[in-house]
């Protein structure tokens, strides 16, 4: 590293969550064995989604067929500003100063757009926040580092009109064994309501009747996430299973019930994603039965909203309120190690405070786990944290104990009947 020990940018937030219009605050700690000539030390906060995926194409026949790889891409900035924490702005004349030796840290603030999307990451797509440092040298590599941090655009279930609706359905089918067809096999699905949050579980109450001569290996429940990504001449869809629960095999003619089996959700960002416009997410849990031997499941989908705020009827259920100003229930105070939510109407963004009777969620890591953040303007002399996970609010309310929950993708849970 020469005459530099090290360059690193520092958050006051240990937890890097921020929301829609709260400020960032931090500091870059500059460590120097003997003073250095710069142009300038600079801050670059960034906010951008991308798409990018390839497919190949086959044209023509015979001996005129051939095969081209298209390219499918989309991008978005939601803000771009560079702070000057040394020195000169980018492009600037003058004299180049030189930086004394030593250790030294430059704070610096800014104020997140409202409206900008959720993080996201996904081989495909991201929605990615940033922040770059360089220490410009003239005639010389630059010494630079980076750092990223999550943003959540929270969605309120409480703003949702179908956040309390009840999703169910039902489905049959019939099996073809040889040249007979067996009797059907049919099963109905119902949910407790559409709208979650990430740490609550979904209660699944189901039947099935398997009128068939023909064992069902299990039934099962599974929440899936389907991500639609936009370029300007096609839309790409990806969907992920992200928890499951099974139940064991059902007899030819016998039958099974759930019975209020609970399919946890585990950290994911809300639905829709918010501010974007090139990736959307949606998320369906599908009820299924499969057949032993050669057949298709019977599938009944039902579609899931998933929140960052639950819905205050649901908070009720997991509290208990005493009189206005009493010390039970959920006080709306916040976390001194967690970002705050959003201001309300005409507060400030140093001053945020809580929904009435709201507790105030963990921030867990993403269940698709570390992401490299190192792209195309990085370079070997690009230090820093290039590793990253997303965090989203989560719900820890049936298990106190632990606050910051890891899960491994697809967060299973086995129960038989």
Same mark, same amino acid.
């Given at each position: 590293m020469g005459k530099l020990n090290h360059f690193l940018i520092f958050l006051n937030n240990p937890q890097a969550v921020y929301f829609c219009g709260q400020v960032i605050e931090g500091y870059v700690s500059v460590d120097l064995k003997e003073p250095m000539k710069m142009r300038g030390l600079r801050l670059l906060f960034e906010g951008r989604a991308n798409v990018h995926w390839t497919e190949e194409h086959t044209t023509g026949t015979g001996e005129d067929q051939s095969t081209e790889t298209c390219d499918y891409s989309a991008k978005e900035s939601y803000f771009s500003q560079i702070l000057v #924490?040394? !020195?000169?702005?980018? =492009?600037?004349?003058?004299?180049n100063p030189v930086h004394p030796a030593g250790q030294h840290a430059y704070p610096f603030r800014l104020q997140l757009p409202y409206g900008i999307p959720s993080s996201f990451e996904t081989t495909v797509g991201q929605v990615r926040y940033t922040i770059s440092g360089v220490i410009d040298k003239p005639w010389k590599f630059d010494h630079k580092?980076?750092?990223?941090?999550?943003?959540?655009? @929270?969605?309120? @279930?409480n703003r949702e009109p179908l956040a309390l609706s009840v999703p169910q359905g039902q489905n049959s089918k019939t099996l073809c064994?040889? /040249? /007979?067809?067996?009797?059907?096999? &049919?099963?109905? /699905?119902? @949910? &407790?309501?559409? !709208?979650?949050?990430?740490?609550?579980? $979904?209660v699944i109450n189901a039947e099935i009747t398997n009128g068939s001569s023909r064992k069902m290996s299990c039934s099962y429940a599974e929440l899936s996430q389907v991500i639609s990504f936009h370029a300007s001449s096609k839309t790409k869809s990806s969907t992920t299973v992200i928890a499951r629960v099974n139940h064991? &095999?059902?007899? +030819?003619? !016998?039958?099974?019930?759930?019975? !209020?089996d609970r399919l946890? $959700? +585990? +950290? $994911?960002? +809300?639905?829709? #994603?918010? =501010? /974007?416009?090139? $990736?959307?997410?949606t998320y369906i849990l599908k009820f299924c039965v499969d057949p032993s031997g050669p057949a298709f499941d019977l599938q009944i989908p039902l579609n899931i909203l998933i929140g960052s705020i639950p819905h205050q009827k649901v908070v009720e259920r997991h509290a208990n309120f005493g009189p206005p100003g009493g010390a039970s229930g959920f006080a709306p105070t916040m976390n001194p190690s967690s970002p705050a939510m959003p201001p309300a109407p005409g507060a400030t963004p140093s001053a945020p405070v809580l929904p009435p009777n709201m507790p105030p969620p963990s921030y867990a890591e993403c269940v698709s786990g570390k992401v490299t953040i190192r792209d195309e303007e990085d370079n070997e002399y690009t230090g820093g944290n290039l590793e990253y996970t997303p965090r989203y609010t989560y719900y820890n309310w049936e298990d106190s104990s632990n606050q910051n929950p890891k899960w491994s993708p697809p967060f299973i849970v086995d129960r038989p009947t």
């Amino acid at each position: 590293m020469g005459k530099l020990n090290h360059f690193l940018i520092f958050l006051n937030n240990p937890q890097a969550v921020y929301f829609c219009g709260q400020v960032i605050e931090g500091y870059v700690s500059v460590d120097l064995k003997e003073p250095m000539k710069m142009r300038g030390l600079r801050l670059l906060f960034e906010g951008r989604a991308n798409v990018h995926w390839t497919e190949e194409h086959t044209t023509g026949t015979g001996e005129d067929q051939s095969t081209e790889t298209c390219d499918y891409s989309a991008k978005e900035s939601y803000f771009s500003q560079i702070l000057v #924490l040394y !020195g000169k702005a980018q =492009g600037a004349g003058g004299d180049n100063p030189v930086h004394p030796a030593g250790q030294h840290a430059y704070p610096f603030r800014l104020q997140l757009p409202y409206g900008i999307p959720s993080s996201f990451e996904t081989t495909v797509g991201q929605v990615r926040y940033t922040i770059s440092g360089v220490i410009d040298k003239p005639w010389k590599f630059d010494h630079k580092t980076k750092a990223a941090f999550t943003v959540i655009n @929270l969605l309120d @279930l409480n703003r949702e009109p179908l956040a309390l609706s009840v999703p169910q359905g039902q489905n049959s089918k019939t099996l073809c064994c040889l /040249c /007979c067809k067996s009797g059907p096999i &049919e099963a109905v /699905c119902r @949910l &407790e309501r559409m !709208g979650y949050v990430p740490g609550e579980a $979904i209660v699944i109450n189901a039947e099935i009747t398997n009128g068939s001569s023909r064992k069902m290996s299990c039934s099962y429940a599974e929440l899936s996430q389907v991500i639609s990504f936009h370029a300007s001449s096609k839309t790409k869809s990806s969907t992920t299973v992200i928890a499951r629960v099974n139940h064991s &095999e059902i007899a +030819p003619g !016998g039958s099974d019930v759930w019975s !209020g089996d609970r399919l946890h $959700i +585990p +950290p $994911i960002p +809300p639905s829709r #994603l918010d =501010g /974007c416009n090139i $990736i959307d997410i949606t998320y369906i849990l599908k009820f299924c039965v499969d057949p032993s031997g050669p057949a298709f499941d019977l599938q009944i989908p039902l579609n899931i909203l998933i929140g960052s705020i639950p819905h205050q009827k649901v908070v009720e259920r997991h509290a208990n309120f005493g009189p206005p100003g009493g010390a039970s229930g959920f006080a709306p105070t916040m976390n001194p190690s967690s970002p705050a939510m959003p201001p309300a109407p005409g507060a400030t963004p140093s001053a945020p405070v809580l929904p009435p009777n709201m507790p105030p969620p963990s921030y867990a890591e993403c269940v698709s786990g570390k992401v490299t953040i190192r792209d195309e303007e990085d370079n070997e002399y690009t230090g820093g944290n290039l590793e990253y996970t997303p965090r989203y609010t989560y719900y820890n309310w049936e298990d106190s104990s632990n606050q910051n929950p890891k899960w491994s993708p697809p967060f299973i849970v086995d129960r038989p009947t």
